[in-house]
């Protein structure tokens, strides 16, 4: 397979587009951000933005809560052996050595006003959401619904700010959804979560200035593996006629980016990576349950009823990604073209695990997976001309750190 570079194998694959729901306890904090939209000139009067500011202040402290308590928890599965004690050093210094570009995303994060944070989608801890709004929203705009990576144990809803803003830029709004972490969560719960997310950017993302007619689907790493679970369980319960709050096809597209979607075949792999396999299975629910949380397997075995309801879907992977293989990617396309199903691999030459979602971006200049993703979405339309009026962005961090991060990389 080749790597997509934007030209005919973009167009090419863009054709595909054409043809075709365990209990948590709330969170003890200062009131969140509503989920209805901003009223006109919202932010004005110093009683307003004192009140907003004591929100923030009020969130940030309980999200810093909930983060620590979940890391002594998580210790408590894991011990302090060696090789955690090593990946956590590696992942110590390669965050050092990125930091100059964190900081410049974490202020757009928490002080643009384009970006929308912590809107309520659901009764569950973490059941909130990251909206980044296109600058120029005089018509409804495509919408990407998009699923962060962690290894299923730390993914965060704020991971996704660098493609938000990114893809913000370019016209599209994107809806980063949290979802509940092991051990606050197991699988099932990540699949709920994601699954009732996806169900209210369906539902509610109008109201936002998107176009319910364009919405998309990405995941990456361990979101893409929790977003591919939450698509074809909808599909089955679809095609079944179960009662559903959202549809598959209201889904134009799904991105799956550097995923793993037949757990049998990454067990070994995680463990010998440093996911223990004890956690690594009590995180999935047992080792009963991977073949049903293994979208390949499922793929595999589901009704061409279920098959056909399945969108276009494009699965990018890096060649040289350590921690979750191309050919996992590469098996789940070839199931999925047998099964009936649109699918494409999209391969990115020499690029790892990090470096497609990470490092490229951080450089400036071209980005290989945004401008994939755009010529997808935009493929004959006229809002196309918005990928090459947009100004290149700009390098956040120096090469040589960009260089040692990448070779320092615990993932």
């Not at 050919?327 to 789940?332: E, L, V």
């Not at 099964?339 to 071209?366: M, V």
């Amino acid at each position: 397979m080749q790597p997509l570079h934007s030209g005919d194998d973009a167009r090419e694959a863009a054709a595909l587009l054409e043809r075709s729901d365990s209990a948590g306890r709330r969170r003890r904090s200062s009131p969140v951000l509503s989920a209805s939209p901003r009223p006109p000139g919202w932010g004005g009067g110093l009683r307003r933005q004192s009140s907003s500011f004591r929100q923030d202040v009020g969130h940030a402290a309980s999200e810093t809560y909930l983060v620590t308590r979940l890391t002594f928890s998580l210790l408590q599965y894991l011990g302090l052996g060696y090789r955690w004690m090593r990946q956590l050093l590696a992942l110590t210094v390669y965050a050092i050595l990125l930091m100059p570009g964190f900081l410049q995303v974490g202020y757009y994060y928490f002080y643009s006003s384009q970006v929308r944070r912590s809107i309520v989608y659901g009764e569950q801890p973490r059941n909130r959401l990251d909206l980044y709004i296109p600058k120029d929203s005089t018509r409804p705009c495509p919408v990407m619904a998009f699923i962060t990576g962690g290894a299923w144990i730390i993914g965060y809803k704020a991971w996704g700010a660098l493609l938000g803003r990114r893809l913000a830029e370019r016209g599209i709004i994107v809806a980063c959804i949290d979802y509940r972490n092991f051990p606050q969560g197991t699988i099932s719960d990540m699949v709920s979560d994601a699954s009732q997310g996806i169900s209210f950017v369906c539902n509610n993302i109008a109201s936002y200035g998107g176009d319910p007619n364009q919405i998309y689907l990405m995941g990456q790493s361990a979101g893409a593996h929790i977003a591919a679970c939450a698509l074809i369980e909808q599909a089955v319960k679809e095609s079944s006629g179960q009662p559903i709050s959202w549809s598959v096809t209201q889904i134009k597209a799904y991105f799956g980016l550097s995923g793993g979607y037949n757990l049998h075949n990454l067990v070994d792999h995680f463990h010998q990576r440093g996911l223990n396999r004890s956690i690594f299975l009590s995180i999935m629910n047992g080792e009963e349950s991977l073949s049903s949380y293994s979208p390949e397997i499922v793929a595999k075995e589901s009704s061409a009823q279920t098959i056909a309801l399945l969108p276009p879907i494009f699965l990018m992977h890096g060649t040289d990604d350590y921690s979750i293989p191309s050919s996992s990617s590469q098996t789940f396309v070839e199931v999925l073209q047998q099964a009936g199903a649109h699918a494409k691999l999209l391969l990115y030459e020499g690029k790892t695990h990090t470096d497609i979602f990470l490092q490229d971006p951080l450089r400036g200049g071209r980005d290989p997976l945004v401008e994939d993703v755009l010529t997808l979405i935009h493929a004959d339309n006229a809002t196309c001309g918005n990928i090459a009026s947009t100004p290149t962005p700009r390098r956040l961090v120096f090469e040589w750190q960009l260089r040692l991060a990448r070779w320092i990389s615990p993932f």
